[in-house]
């Protein structure tokens, strides 16, 4: 079967940095995806990774390792506002979205 | 630009009943998307369409069904609804000239059946 897999929950300090872990088995693999979705509202785009490496846009990066199945988002310079889930998605052989549960992070001041 | 827009905004729907959700784009994408979202779960696509004319059964496709009439819309359907299809319904978008497109999305519809 294809499996998502992120923590549920993480909490981080204001100014911080926090690093939000996905791992994946999926049936091909046609890049991954990072998405964050404050409470009540619609999911947002963030970043694609389709090669190995490490992608930067500002105070936010993602890595990907496809030979791990493994993928982060590392989030800098936290600000209240980054309290939100973020979610994983996974494009797999057919070209579809496979989404993990998403991981809530709280930011603390 | 409005992007992507859902109605209603939540509706508490009676078991048995039937009900429509309407999506409506503005950015010309040729492919559109139904998913649901439960608590616990990831996102679950119930169904897609890839261009004006053609859709396609996602992961859950089963109580729903969609037409595209046209780019714009994308309307999902419960003929009779459950207590199980309570969720957080997210209409998206995206261009579909690419295989790997970004998908937008409309700002939910809340359902629950009672």
């Known amino acids: 079967g294809q499996n998502i897999d992120q923590p549920t929950e993480m909490t981080a300090t204001e100014g911080a940095i926090v690093q939000i872990n996905c791992t994946y088995q999926?049936?091909?693999?046609?890049?991954l995806f990072w998405y964050q979705q404050h409470a009540g509202e619609a999911p947002t785009f963030l970043s694609y990774?389709?090669l190995d490496g490490l992608e930067e846009k500002g105070r936010f990066s993602s890595f990907l390792s496809r030979s791990k199945g493994y993928s982060y988002l590392l989030l800098k310079e936290l600000q209240m506002k980054d309290s939100a889930s973020y979610l994983c998605a996974v494009s797999d052989s057919n070209y579809q979205l496979i989404w993990g549960a998403g991981t809530k992070l709280i930011i603390k001041p | 630009t409005a992007g992507i827009t859902q109605a209603p905004t939540s509706q508490i729907l009676a078991a048995g009943r039937s009900m429509t959700l309407r999506c409506t784009q503005d950015?010309?994408?040729?492919?559109m998307y139904w998913y649901r979202q439960d608590l616990g779960l990831g996102l679950r696509l119930i169904h897609y369409s890839n261009t004006a004319g053609t859709t396609g059964k996602g992961e859950v496709p089963d109580g729903y069904s969609v037409s595209r009439a046209n780019t714009d819309d994308f309307p999902l359907t419960l003929a009779s609804a459950v207590p199980s299809q309570t969720s957080v319904y997210f209409c998206?978008?995206?261009?579909?000239?690419?295989?790997?497109?970004?998908?937008?999305f409309g700002p939910g519809t809340r359902l629950t059946v009672l």
């Open positions: 950015m010309r994408h040729n492919a």
């Open positions: 998206a978008s995206s261009d579909g000239r690419t295989s790997t497109d970004t998908q937008y």
């Open positions: 999926t049936s091909g693999f046609n890049g």
């Open positions: 990774n389709v």
